[in-house]
């Protein structure tokens, strides 16, 4: 196919009906059509769950932000990988889902809660493209990606989730007017989160990325009343002006040329690799330490696989 964008697999997508190859279509944009584009969404939509006191007192709690946000920003996204890889009702999904529901079983979390961050991982990407994508998001896509998050939803025994897009759209902004809020843990939380991400640039690039990294994330951010929330502080006018304009010149290049058609994000560095996990992760050891210690009868460590091993697993 080349590096020369060719939209011809979205345009075979948009031909099917939606109900039956939601979970493909998904698959194709985050894993060929704009993968990167929907990382960065993910790790944008956990840092927003954080702007609601109910949600931060609890993660500021565990301190696994705080004190270990590496391994936390590791796990959240080899936990999303395993439940949607091959969707929640295959065996892989199945009981990746069980074992988060376990973990969330230790917290007091609310439905709501609950609700609020499906939603969020929901509506980001749309947010995302609308801003710094090559495109936008076609109505059937936003639907596609509710349908797709629906079912994790459901999986995870969420409750009263709303009937369609638009309907999980209005129900995200009257909670997030109603609740969100400023509170010390939203703070401390969004901090922890940000040093993580800066911890896994190499040690001797971190002078330069630390602070250029936190500038990027508080610029992409683009909300004002959510920074305010979080306790952080937009950067200057020219730092601002800088990051758009790059993310500008991405979207141009992006729109003519697409390197994912020649090689897979899961075929790429960035998909295997994971700072905690370097010789790739064991799905059953995903999660706070002492939680699955516990779980797995107070036998502590978790013995690695090869990366062969785990990608020969998942064939």
């Known amino acids: 196919m080349g590096f020369i964008r ?21 698959k194709y944009i985050a894993n060929t059509d704009m993968p990167i584009d929907f990382l960065l969404a993910g790790e944008l939509a956990q840092i927003q769950t954080f702007a609601i006191p109910s949600i931060s007192k609890i993660l500021h709690a565990t301190r696994q932000y705080e004190k270990a946000g590496v391994k936390r920003l590791d796990d959240t ?4 990988t395993e439940c949607m890889a091959d969707t929640v009702h295959s065996e892989r999904g199945k009981s990746m889902v069980e074992q988060l ?32 994508g090559y495109r936008q998001l076609t109505n059937d896509e936003k639907e596609a990606l509710y349908l797709e998050f629906y079912d994790l939803g459901e999986a995870m025994h969420i409750q009263d989730i709303p009937a369609s897009y638009e309907a999980m759209e209005f129900w995200f902004h009257r909670y ?37 990294l936190k500038n990027m994330i508080l610029t992409l951010i683009k909300d004002d009343e959510l ?22 010149v991405r979207a141009k290049v992006m729109k003519k040329l697409n390197w994912w058609q020649v090689f897979t994000y899961e075929q790429s560095f960035i998909y295997r690799h994971y700072s905690t996990y370097p010789g790739g992760y064991q799905p059953q050891c995903l999660g706070p330490d002492k939680i699955m210690t516990k779980r797995r009868g107070g036998a502590s460590g978790c013995p690695m696989q090869t990366m062969t091993e785990v990608m020969a697993n998942r064939v």
């Open 6 to 26: 060719n939209n011809k697999k979205l345009a075979e997508l948009a031909g099917q009906p939606l109900e039956s190859n939601y979970h493909e279509w998904v």
């Open 77 to 80: 996204r080899a936990i999303l």
């Open 176 to 212: 997030r007017k109603k609740h969100m809020a400023f509170n010390p843990t939203n703070a401390a939380v969004a901090e922890g989160l940000i040093r993580g991400m800066q911890q896994m640039a190499p040690k001797w690039l971190r002078p330069i990325t630390n602070s250029l």
């Open 101 to 132: 529901n376990y973990i969330h079983g230790h917290y007091n979390i609310s439905n709501d809660d609950y609700l609020y961050t499906l939603a969020l991982f929901m509506l980001e990407p749309v947010r995302w493209c609308e801003n710094y």
């Open 227 to 248: 920074l305010t929330a979080l306790g952080l502080k937009a950067p200057a006018k020219p730092v601002q002006w800088l990051v758009k304009m790059v993310m500008k």
